[in-house]
């Protein structure tokens, strides 16, 4: 796992940073599917949900989706949004408690026959939490386990009860941007495990987790140097057991916390764990490619099974606990027989499988794709597939297994295609971002290249399965325009990150974006405007919330709403210099069919994620980065680097033609080299004082204003000269700008030199 991937990284990121990030999370599809690997599966049976049997699938993506299964068909009908990061495990907790952990070090608990809404965060691990455990017959404990190695032991009831009489409490609502109908509750915050409280919790966790000084805390069982991967729970939750990068098993008894024993055996992390009912029996799968068999009152290994020839990465036994049925990174499903070691392939897939849940006579497969397949697993009465035939008898050491493989006498699988396949979207695992800086070309795990316009979150192109690099090279456009924003595709999808004040140093022509209505010479702040047009619908909504419908000054309009009065009326000034348009215009306008999701964090509470169009205006201001606020609020910007470029202007050598300049001239970066022509035209032909090309008022001697030209030049004479601006002997395009000329012709660090010349004959 690797760090620094996601906005919900901010326990332990390599690089602080003083302000917040503001990440969006693009897709071009419906919300019916998930677009990464997905990393756990639960299981609601109708007897308890609402008479359908209802599988909940937890993905790379960050969501968890509630699937209702039919006889040969299943359907989406909830996706449950809140974590930043990779969703790592899930249980099903009692009739009515979904709980999830993520790689953003968070719990969270969710009604699973709801909407999608998060009832609860749990805060207290210092970093990645990767796997949960629950008790069947206890309908108040689970268990989590991380990378920090920690793993603490919750008692659900008790948590909430506390956060519900604790009179400094924070609310989901308002704390991690989550509110709506069904989450009248407020969030749990636990504090911070001081020294004298074990310090289990790193001093760099965030101010989230000290922030509750009454509050709830859970079981802590120490132990863990490393890594924990695995957990498992008997059924009453008087027995827990944990594996990982330490190659033991450790039991403990979760009421207090304890040791109870340490099993040694594995020879390289262990990463899947099961108990039997009575907790009297253990099987374990590693990345040693073996599986366990444990009894945990004689206290050791009673049967080794190698049966794979890579690691073991899920487990799943029949309700007897007689047969187990094994998947992990050699793509294939083995099923077992605990008691005659028999072995059967069940099948080999295209992906490495990371879990596995039993329903009836069926076993579900969660694999590093983003779909989920049934297969038929005969869970009553796996003697059935053992009467097949092609079975083989498992090994007692791990180089066995391989050099069966490796000799060719490879199992043959009883099995061809699923019976079910709930379908993902192909992931985005490729991607650059154009010079232009407002469109990414990404290829996804179907081979499908795709151009996007990150000003707006939409694909504008879809060009198939071609070659990336050779569509990246015929997309090149020889122009600079500064990096304003950061890409990731660790989630599956486009994630674009606008870290301050960086983001807000790209500017471009509203004729180079092709505004209607705009002076064509107005500069546009390409994050500025993005930033509106995300949050659009958030302050439309806060508008209403606040009481008044009506347009105020800087109010954001949808560009499609515009018009020529709010053209006219929405420019104002802020801090006395910087010009704000109220509009958001077509190319920063989102799409509300696939609208983007944000995750960011304000100045309290952690990270939070929701779609821009489940922004309802009760978000708290406190919720959002403050620069993000100035801007799209108040219209302020946070102070820049100079986004002006200084040069020279001289006469081409051996040319008689002159013109009156001295010194440096400075004009802002993306100034269009026409624009030069035409000043060296007006200094040539009609010969107006120098001052007056002041239009931005920063001069350091000389300044070639971008607005300077709006009105038009003067009548010129009838015979106009031709001139060219030349730049290390090069002739330059006019529409070439000067950040471009400097990027690409000059390419020293000196302050840019041109040259200009008249073009005689034209």
């Known amino acids: ?13 390599i690089r602080p940073r003083k302000e917040k990030r503001l990440t969006y999370v693009l897709n071009d599809c419906d919300d019916t599917k998930h677009f990464a690997g997905i990393n756990c599966l639960a299981f609601l049976k109708s007897s308890v949900s609402d008479g359908s049997n209802y599988l909940f699938t937890g993905s790379r993506d960050g969501t968890l989706k509630r699937w209702a299964l039919a006889e040969d068909a299943a359907t989406c009908s909830a996706t449950f949004e809140s974590h930043v990061d990779w969703v790592n495990d899930s249980v099903l907790v009692g009739d009515n408690k979904l709980v999830s952990c993520s790689s953003d070090t968070t719990l969270k608990i969710w009604n699973p026959l709801s909407d999608g809404t998060c009832t609860r965060t ?32 919750w008692d659900l009831e008790a948590a909430l009860r506390s956060v519900s009489q604790c009179n400094d409490i924070f609310d989901e609502g308002c704390s991690n941007g989550i509110h709506g109908p069904g989450n009248p509750l407020p969030m749990t915050s636990l504090r911070n495990i001081s020294s004298a409280n074990n310090n289990i919790i790193s001093s760099n966790t965030t101010s ?47 009421r207090s916390g304890s040791k109870t024993m340490k099993l040694r055996g594995h020879t390289d992390n262990i990463r899947a764990l099961l108990l039997d009912s009575t907790g009297r029996f253990c ?34 036994s029949t309700p007897t606990f007689s047969h187990v049925y094994s998947g992990g990174r050699d793509f294939s499903l083995y099923l077992t027989d605990l008691q005659t070691r028999e072995s059967v392939l069940l099948f080999t897939g295209e992906h490495p499988i990371l879990q596995l849940a039993m329903h009836d006579d069926s076993v579900w497969v969660a694999s590093t794709d983003s779909a989920v397949h049934r297969w038929p697993a005969e869970g009553c009465n796996p003697q ?34 699923p019976s079910l396949t709930i379908a993902g979207s192909p992931g985005i695992v490729q991607h650059e971002i154009l010079n232009n800086k407002r469109h990414v070309l990404t290829k996804d795990t179907a081979g499908s290249v795709k151009l996007w316009e ?16 050779e569509k990246k090279q015929e997309l090149f456009e020889m122009v600079s325009i500064p990096t304003w924003f950061t890409v990731d595709t660790r989630l599956g999808c486009l994630s674009v990150h606008l870290d301050a004040p960086q983001c807000f140093s790209a500017e471009m022509y509203s004729a180079d974006l092709n505004i209607v209505g705009k002076p064509e010479d107005d500069k546009v702040n390409l994050a500025r405007e993005t930033l509106k047009g995300l949050l659009a619908h958030w302050v439309m909504k806060r508008k209403q919330r606040m009481g008044s419908h009506a347009p105020a000054n800087g109010e954001l309009l949808l560009g499609k709403e515009m018009t020529a009065k709010s053209l006219a009326h929405s420019r104002i000034e802020a801090d006395g210099s910087t010009e704000h348009d109220a509009v958001v215009y077509p190319p920063f306008d989102f799409s509300t069919a696939f609208p983007p999701s944000i995750i960011t964090e304000g100045s309290q509470g952690g990270p939070w994620r929701k779609k821009i169009t489940d922004l309802d205006g009760t978000e708290d201001d406190k919720d959002f980065p403050s620069w993000c606020l100035d801007c799209v609020l108040h219209n302020r910007l946070p102070p820049r680097e100079n986004t002006k470029c200084s040069f020279y202007l001289h006469p081409c050598e051996g040319s008689s033609f002159q013109i009156l300049t001295q010194g440096k001239l400075s004009a802002p970066r993306i100034l269009r080299i026409h624009k030069v022509i035409n000043y060296v035209l007006e200094k040539m032909v009609l ?56 990027a690409y012709v000059w390419k ?7 040259n200009y010349r008249v073009v005689q004959g034209r």
């Not at 132990?223 to 330490?246: D, F, Q, R, W």
């Not at 001069?699 to 607005?707: E, F, R, Y």
């Open 687 to 742: 010969d107006k004082p120098l001052d007056s090309l002041n239009a931005d008022g920063n001069l350091l001697q000389q300044t070639v204003g971008d607005g300077s030209f709006r009105s038009g030049l003067k009548p010129l004479q009838k015979l106009r000269p031709s001139i060219e601006i030349l730049c290390n002997n090069q002739v330059l395009s006019p529409e070439m700008s000067l950040a471009t000329v400097r």
């Open 208 to 254: 989230m987790h000290t922030a509750q000084s009454h509050g709830y805390i859970p079981v802590t069982a120490k132990g863990h140097k490393e890594s924990v991967y695995a957990l498992a729970m008997n059924e009453g939750g008087t027995l827990l057991v944990s594996g990982g990068t330490e190659k033991v098993v450790r039991v403990w008894d979760p």
């Open 1 to 13: 796992m690797h760090r620094v991937g996601s906005a919900g990284n901010t326990n332990n990121s």
């Open 283 to 316: 099987l374990s799968g590693s990345s040693d490619s073996m599986i366990r068999l444990w009894d945990l009152g004689q206290q050791r290994c009673v049967h080794s099974y190698a049966v794979h020839t890579d690691s073991v990465w899920a487990l799943a």
């Open 454 to 469: 990150v000003t707006r979150g939409a694909v504008i192109e879809d060009y198939g399965k071609i070659s990336f690099e």
């Open 748 to 754: 020293k660090a000196d302050d840019l030199v041109l």
């Open 122 to 153: 749990l805060r207290q691990h210092s970093d990645y939490v990767t796997c949960l455990a629950a008790a069947e017959k206890n309908s108040n404990i689970v268990a989590s386990g991380g990378l920090g190695g920690e793993v603490f032991i």
């Open 384 to 417: 059935k597939i053992f009467q097949r035939g092609n079975s083989f008898l498992a090994g007692n050491l791990s180089f066995s297994r391989a050099r069966v493989s490796l000799e060719g006498s490879t199992p043959v699988p009883v099995y061809k295609e």
